[in-house]
């Protein structure tokens, strides 16, 4: 519940660690106060009652770099969080209406001529979520030229840093690290998606280390294109402003009546260096956004490695004994069971079950699956259509184009437009039908390639398809998840091309990277670990020598370990593994589901990066914890460091469940864990339980 000075303009809210305050001036400029360690209310009222900083005569702003949310217009020149445009005038010079403060949060009511604006703020723990609502109010139309969530504004600190991930197809989720310099830095994806260029997610720090020191963290939920800048002003003062849209041309026109909310922008303040803001945001993820986190997800075998497009019920089923015989509890079929998807030239929008390679439907293979213990599975792309495929030939206006233009093919597949109606509701019928016509439980849902021609030649403002489309794809979702409660989904865009705090609150899991090879994947899990939680990050073992991506030899067990850091899935050729590699991969399945409660549901500690040479990473949770480590590549003879462990008691003893040794707290706290890893690609995974 926010706290409310007497005067009724100065706002504070608490998690269990951080407070964030703002104040509404007697001019009814809304102001930041305060964002970090916990405070009183009289500290945010001695806050509001600072005169401002000098500003540079005529040439500075005096609201620039203060403000909550920035609109376009008066004597201000940041970017403006809001921009909004009528038949009459450009910009916003908006009135104080009032405020509401519950359980809920804090909502501020702002009003301009037919405009009213929302400002709404939330705490989850110490997570700040902040989004707006805004509504047109007038008679005529309103557009909004760009609507951000919110802007973040830092407390005055010299040199700050920036820590973003970045990537592309097969190599996601990079963390790099660099110093804020003055001006702006701008990341986002004009795609349509999420995008495999960079996660919605930026971290800035001044000094901080692994478990050390203050980080502040912004997260979009938003699926599509999309828009982060951080910006360092002229007096060093740092905002950050993010949402929907990365250009600001134009985003939607309101009628009247009509609104638009924003996603959620949600920031997090901690003081316990990198890792403590990873385990608070990944316990944020948990318990608010990931659907069912409380439940551990099943080791699943996937089939797109194993067999590509070349699919039939015999030979999937004679997988499924495999898989089943290892101890894999969910079997997904992944690409290739439908219409005439033979390859990627045909079939996509056809979602029904190819008559050669499923004769009697998949409702046989999903028994037989059902049979051998495990839950089933299917693949599917439903906001794709190939040209040669049915539904093109009846439709071929239902995909996005431009009127003359060329349709630009990648991966022979174009976009269909599904901020239209009957293209809604044709997926619908047709996913819908699927679930009720098989018994499936999980649903990899899949989207290969970006937005290039998103045009609309009958609506007269095609520019909302950017964002009718995420809305779309939202509400197909939640309306397959209320009718089909028993199904989970995964979100894959070619791998990590659609990962947020948006799709995750509506998926289970993600795919995190098509690269399943198993040293660069400790690299991709690294920087994913940063925003989200083991518990919804995909990794599989695959074939050695890695066929898709570098021929990289591996044994089993390196690539057992690397995967199990996640929720572990096969996605080898199984048929080809021999009898030694098929006992030894249920062993390390067998292990996977002890250790699977802390992997997905404990603390995270990054031990070490992987970039090093040696990579490890430690999960706490109440007296067991486990360690996972990665060794390189071992030089010039060199001891392989100790491990410094985290989260444990120092005054407790430790049981070494793979030695029988038993450890003094202290000693692995301020000492270290051996781990007896040697030569080069080797790994280990050593339980602790307290005694
Ligand atoms: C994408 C996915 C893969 C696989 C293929 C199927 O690339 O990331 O895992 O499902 O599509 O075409």
Known sequence: ???????????????????????LTETDELVHLHWGPGIALADAEALAALPPSERGASFESPLDGREEYPVEGGPRFVRPALSVRTDERRGTEWSYEDFEADADGLRLRFRDAGLAVTLHYRMRGDVVERWTTLRNDGEGPLELLRADSATWTLPERDDWRLSQLHGRWAAESRLTRSPLTYGEQVIGSRRGHTGHQHLPWVALDTDATEERGEVYGCALGWSGTWRIAVAQLPDARVQITGGVGYDDSGLLRLAPGESFTTPVFAGLWSDAGFGGASRAWHAYQRTYVVPDAEQDRPVLFNSWEATYFDISEEQQGTLARRAAAIGVELFVVDDGWFGARTGDHAGLGDWRPNPDRF??????????????????????????????????????????FQSGRKRTEFRNQLVLNLAREDVQEY????????????PVDYVKWDFNRCFTDAGWPDDPYPQRLWVDHVRALYSLLDRLR???????????????GRIDLGIMSRTDQVWTSDNTDPLDRLDIQHGFSQIHPARVMAAWVTDSPNAQLNGRVSSLRFRFVSAMAGVLGVGGD?????????????????????????????????????????????????????????LQAQRFGEPVPALRLHGLDPTASYECRETGEVHRGAVLLHHGLRTGLRGDLDATVIRLRRI
């Open 1 to 23: 519940m926010p706290e409310i000075a007497d005067n009724g303009r100065t706002w504070l809210l608490s998690g269990p660690t951080s407070s964030y305050a703002l104040h």
């Open 574 to 630: 199984l048929s080809q593994w021999s009898e030694e590699e098929l006992v030894e991969a249920r062993r390390w399945v067998e292990l996977y589901k002890e250790i699977r409660p802390l992997v997905q549901r404990g603390d995270l500690y990054r031990l070490r990066p992987p970039a090093g040479g040696l990579g490890a990473l430690q999960y706490v949770r109440g007296d067991e914890s486990v360690v996972l480590a990665w």
């Open 427 to 438: 997926l619908w019928e047709q996913l819908h039908g699927l679930l009720s016509s098989a």
């Open 482 to 496: 209320a009718a089909h409660p028993g199904v989970a989904f995964e979100s894959c865009s070619g791998g990590g």
């Open 359 to 400: 004769p009697n439907g998949l409702k046989p293979l999903a028994d037989q699956v059902h049979d051998l213990g495990m839950q089933f599975g299917i693949w599917v792309e439903p906001e794709m259509v190939n040209p040669d495929s049915e539904l093109y030939r009846a439709h071929p206006d239902w995909v996005q």
